[in-house]
T-cell receptor
Framework: DQQVKQNSPSLSVQEGRISILNCDYT??????FLWYKKYPAEGPTFLIS?????DKNEDGRFTVFLNKSAKHLSLHIVPSQPGDSAVYFC????????????FGGGTRLMVKP | DSGVTQTPKHLITATGQRVTLRCSPR?????VYWYQQSLDQGLQFLIQ???????AKGNILERFSAQQFPDLHSELNLSSLELGDSALYFC?????????????FGPGTRLTVL
């Protein structure tokens, strides 16, 4: 049973446009959400996070939105750059699960020049 | 560079064999996590150690075991290997095991079981 799902395995966007990556979760015990970025032959790198008490968190070109009622979060990248091309993983933590991360399957983003 | 090191980078072995993957956490980090990423799938949490003691267990098979040593490095032991164990194995570390400490990931060990 996948508790965190990223339904789009891939996304292609033109440079300068907005990239929107989506993530859905089923476990209502999750209270903290993170996005990781992964380049080939490297480990995932933390990008941005959001607590369940917020509905938006912004860091430069990256914004994460959380809709708790829909159990949905999204990552917006504006403007997209070719260097953003990578696999993006959504992850979640439960308040009673220590620091254990539950990951989605990832979305491969390709930003075309 | 996250500061987390993993060795070896690649490992090719046969079914039924036993292998050991090694992880050195970032300097000062006391907590170590192991994750498995099978082909085209997300990372699955296996096990967490904090300062030498097991802290949390995820979907780790009984054929797999791990430990964290006094110098804080960790080893993941995989035995009686099967074809389905072929995957990327990531180690991550954090300063403490609490919920909001960011985890820093190593580059992974790619295990191929033939």
């Amino acid at each position: 049973d996948q508790q965190v799902k990223q339904n789009s395995p891939s996304l292609s966007v033109q440079e300068g446009r907005i990239s929107i990556l989506n993530c859905d979760y089923t476990n209502s015990m999750f209270d903290y959400f993170l996005w990781y970025k992964k380049y080939p032959a490297e480990g995932p790198t933390f990008l941005i996070s959001i607590s369940s008490i917020k509905d938006k968190n912004e860091d430069g070109r990256f914004t994460v939105f959380l809709n708790k009622s829909a159990k949905h979060l999204s990552l917006h990248i504006v403007p997209s750059q070719p260097g953003d091309s990578a696999v993006y993983f959504c992850a979640a933590k439960g308040y009673n699960a220590g620091n254990m991360l539950t990951f989605g399957g990832g979305t491969r983003l390709m930003v075309k020049p | 560079d996250s500061g987390v090191t993993q060795t070896p980078k690649h490992l090719i072995t046969a079914t039924g064999q036993r292998v050991t993957l090694r992880c050195s956490p970032r300097s000062g980090d006391l907590s170590v996590y192991w994750y498995q990423q099978s082909l085209d799938q997300g990372l699955q949490f296996l096990i967490q150690y904090y300062n030498g003691e097991e802290r949390a267990k995820g979907n780790i098979l009984e054929r797999f075991s791990a430990q964290q040593f006094p110098d804080l490095h960790s080893e993941l032991n995989l035995s009686s290997l099967e074809l389905g164990d072929s995957a990327l194995y990531f180690c991550a570390s954090s300063a403490a095991p609490s919920s909001y400490n960011e985890q820093f990931f190593g580059p992974g060990t790619r295990l191929t079981v033939l």
